[in-house]
């Protein structure tokens, strides 16, 4: 009879248990591999941004650093007219590469869409700007990605801004810019995660 119990409560059980095994797990930004490739210092974001918008003629939106194979570049989010597009640019050569559906990293698979790209275009503080004022308030700590966050309790509010993540030493830290002030805000936690 015990048995019986066992088996039953097993062949019941098995399903939840699939289902709790497939949802995704929340996996760091960077690796310790990624931090320790990135070799840029104050400005470089600021300036790939401005070579990336002139290249492909849109604006960005979102830029994170990635090294594919060794080579230090950065996957990037650009808004071209009303069309959201991915790429992928190569620092050292200055190549700008638009990205399939196979080479897009897995948050460009989800990417949040039109509420953001309206939320970046009409924010009163660039991109740009975001990233020299978190880098300039921590000196010594290079942006590494960059990018329009919302309110992490009310996504539908009007509060937005941008999270900047900063390389300091061995670790990265994130830092929120609010997009209608261009002031730090204390508390990064109060908004989406990047």
């Not at 399939?100 to 953001?116: C, F, H, I, Q, V």
Request: net charge neutral; with cysteine.
């Amino acid at each position: 009879m015990k048995r019986t119990i066992t088996l039953f409560m097993v062949v019941c059980l098995l399903p939840l248990a699939s289902v709790t095994l497939a949802q995704q797990v929340s996996q760091p930004s960077f690796t310790n591999q990624d931090i320790s490739a990135y070799h840029g210092d104050n400005n470089t974001l600021v300036n790939a941004i401005a070579v990336i918008e002139q290249s492909a003629a849109g604006k960005v939106i979102d830029i994170r650093f990635a090294s594919t194979n060794g080579t230090p570049g950065y996957n990037v989010v650009l808004v071209k007219g009303a069309q959201v597009q991915f790429f992928h640019f190569q620092e050292h050569s200055k190549q700008v590469v638009e990205l399939d559906a196979s080479s897009k990293p897995t948050y460009m698979l989800n990417w949040r869409g039109k509420a953001d790209v309206h939320f970046a275009l009409t924010a009163q503080v660039s991109l740009s700007t975001a990233i020299q004022t978190a880098e300039q308030a921590h000196p010594g700590a290079p942006a590494m990605a960059a990018g329009i966050a919302r309110s992490a309790s009310n996504p539908e509010s009007d509060v937005h801004a941008y999270n900047v993540l900063l390389k300091r030493g061995g670790s990265v830290k994130r830092v929120a810019i609010d997009s209608a002030t261009g002031e730090e805000i204390a508390d990064p936690s109060a908004l989406s995660s990047f």
